[in-house]
């Protein structure tokens, strides 16, 4: 099983494993309600969680959650109850944590809107646990998984080719990617418990924060005063500039200063011979541009997406979604291209963490990536709804010296859907399989590089000759099959 913690949404799934390298997936997403980002007590918001996974586990394993509640009432356990810990859940839990093991972690600070100061600097898995048991779930937390981990993970095992992902990355709500380091570049002194036999580890860079003094980031005024009016002002700078919560606030804060400048006409055809549609705009009262967040980064997909002369496309959401009503042309050619600078900002300034991350592994000159692609596996709304956000990135790869239009051509990004889900499963899984096995045995088989261990995963589904991954999915999505991007 897998839970999912990582910005708009909590998602819920379990996964299945046919035995033939397919698996079923059922899955479940629900909006995490704005007062639990900001509640008072971490118990508020985790409690919340435990219950959607209860919600879920009656939905999709009734007859498993039957049984485990029969069985239990009959067990002799001082507090009534066996402990029955069937599943085995990773936990995506996509904010700065300091992970000390497999199955805890604590958090640094939260990101991406929330603020619940109650939960720093305690073990998330352990607030998760506590929820979970007090509904009796058969569901033990395993494994502590950042999303970008998660992709990495999931990536690596899907993406065709010899070698695995060297990178997995979010551009969503937040943005953030995890590679694999060896320790022996490792400065920061670690502690708890960790296997060090493979001699790498996947580092969680949290680049959100990158260069939080501002000094090589742009910086503009709008940049500032949305920090400014921010949960958390002076920290993820470079999320801030990069990811989808923000586009949209940047948007309408220019916006709101172009129409309160009277010598800018934009949204006001006061005449109506003015105007192509030879009507007067108007903008509503309780329009979201007058609201902080009240702009949804989607808009600025349709925007980039329109190609149609009148950009009627975008005109008729700038007046469903903004309640701006008959804006003309060029009050649309305004808005596109404002909002495509953003987002091209956006993209280039993501094509810098890769561009590091791809120039840091050393892998365009390494003999062994010859004939192999730099995999890079992303997942996230902006890079699977953005028009050409993967285009932008790639043009601002052939601009970064060291990689060039050669290197650029032997890196691939691909999306690695709903990875952080499916990783966060296949680590649950191996921290499964680690509990079982005797310290010994785990320091036996535990000699094996990063590669050989990607190997191991995809040999037996490459065995058997069929996609890799096949996902049905269970719920009201619409299913899906998948191997590749
Ligand atoms: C934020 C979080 C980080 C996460 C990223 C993408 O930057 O701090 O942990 O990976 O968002 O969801």
């Not at 502590?144 to 981990?149: A, C, G, I, K, S």
């Not at 791809?358 to 995999?375: M, Q, R, T």
Request: negative net charge; contains cysteine.
């Amino acid at each position: 099983m897998a839970v999912d913690l990582g910005g708009t949404n909590f998602r819920v799934c379990s996964i299945k494993l046919n035995g033939d390298s397919t698996f079923n997936l059922a899955y479940s997403k629900v909006a995490i309600p704005k007062e639990l980002m900001v509640a008072k007590k971490a118990s508020d918001l985790f409690a919340f969680l435990a219950r959607e996974i209860k919600h879920f586990l009656q939905q999709h394993h009734g007859d498993h959650f039957e049984q485990h509640s029969r069985r239990r009432m009959t067990s002799s356990s001082p507090d009534g109850y066996k402990d029955e810990h069937v599943f085995r859940m990773g936990f995506t839990f996509s904010f700065p944590v300091q992970q000390i093991g497999i199955n805890k972690g604590y958090l640094i600070r939260w990101t991406k809107g929330f603020d619940i100061p109650d939960a720093i600097g305690k073990d998330v898995c352990a607030l998760l646990q506590e929820e979970i048991d007090k509904l009796h779930l058969p569901v033990k937390v395993a494994a502590l998984v950042n999303d970008t981990v998660g992709t990495l993970m999931a990536r690596s095992y899907t993406s065709p080719g010899k070698t695995g992902a060297i990178l997995g990355a979010i551009f969503g709500t937040g943005t953030n990617g995890a590679y694999v380091e060896k320790l022996s570049k490792l400065k920061k002194p670690l502690a708890g418990e960790y296997d060090n036999s493979t001699g790498e580890m996947v580092i969680n860079t949290e680049w959100g924060s990158f260069d939080n003094q501002l000094n090589v980031l742009p910086n503009t005024k709008w940049d500032d005063a949305l920090d400014k009016s921010s949960v958390n002002p002076g920290v993820q700078m470079y999320e801030k500039r990069v990811s989808g919560m923000f586009l949209g606030e940047i948007l309408r804060l220019v916006l709101v200063d172009l129409i309160k400048d009277p010598k800018i006409s934009l949204f006001r055809d006061e005449n109506s011979n003015s105007n192509d549609w030879h009507s007067t705009t108007t903008i509503a009262q309780n329009s979201g541009i007058y609201r902080q967040w009240g702009l949804d980064t989607s808009i600025m997909s349709v925007a980039a997406a329109d190609n149609t002369p009148e950009l009627s496309i975008l005109r008729q959401e700038l007046e469903t979604v903004l309640q701006i009503y008959a804006p003309s042309l060029e009050d649309a050619q305004a808005f596109k291209a404002i909002a495509n600078a953003i987002g091209r900002r956006a993209a280039r300034l993501s094509a810098v963490a890769i561009a590091a991350i791809v120039l840091h592994s050393g892998k365009l000159s390494d003999p062994a990536y010859k004939d192999e692609p730099i995999d890079i596996g992303v997942d996230g709304s902006l890079v699977e709804h953005y028009p050409y956000f993967r285009d932008m990135i790639f043009e601002a790869l052939r601009a970064v010296e060291g990689i060039g239009e050669e290197g650029a051509k032997r890196i691939r990004i691909g999306i690695a859907k709903d990875g952080s889900g499916v990783g966060a499963a296949l680590i649950a899984l191996i921290a499964a399989g680690m509990e079982s096995k005797s310290a010994a045995a785990t320091a036996a088989t535990g000699k094996k590089t990063n590669s050989q261990f990607i190997e191991e995963l995809r040999s037996e589904a490459r065995s058997k000759d069929i996609p890799m991954f096949t996902i049905k999915r269970e719920d009201s999505e619409k299913a899906e099959t998948t191997t590749d991007e």
